[in-house]
């Protein structure tokens, strides 16, 4: 199957920047839709970014000119760089793949989450 890693949160202070990225590995073919979403506790996850496979990309309002979402297929990475940072922008942020595997079998990932904490 595939495997996504993320890394690059951490906590920064409102107005700040961050960039996240997140690897996936495994038996992977293509990569079709990537993405971010992110979580707080008791509340839904939620989207943040998506990007296609042709570059075509889509925000939530409350993050549109302050977040680029970008992807490397070569490395078979996607990144999130997320500037002017505010205190409401603190969650866990997961990374998200779909696509098709060596095998041809689609397949759907998330990886583990990694804590953003934008503090005022």
């Known amino acids: 199957q595939v495997q996504l890693v993320e890394s690059g949160g951490g906590l920064v202070q409102a107005g700040g920047s961050l960039r996240l990225s997140c690897v996936a590995s495994?038996?992977?073919?293509?990569?079709?839709?990537s993405g971010w979403y992110r979580q707080t506790p008791g509340k839904q996850r939620e989207l943040v970014a998506l990007i296609s496979s042709g570059g075509s990309t889509n925000y939530v309002d409350s993050v549109k000119g302050r977040f680029t979402i970008s992807r490397d297929n070569a490395k078979n990475t996607v990144y999130l760089q997320m500037n002017s940072l505010k205190p409401e922008d603190t969650a866990v942020y997961y990374c998200?793949?779909?696509?098709?595997?060596?095998?041809?079998?689609?397949?759907?990932?998330w990886g583990q989450g990694t804590q953003v904490t934008v503090s005022s």
């Open positions: 495994g038996s992977t073919r293509s990569i079709n839709l």
């Open positions: 998200y793949a779909e696509g098709t595997t060596a095998l041809f079998q689609q397949y759907n990932s």
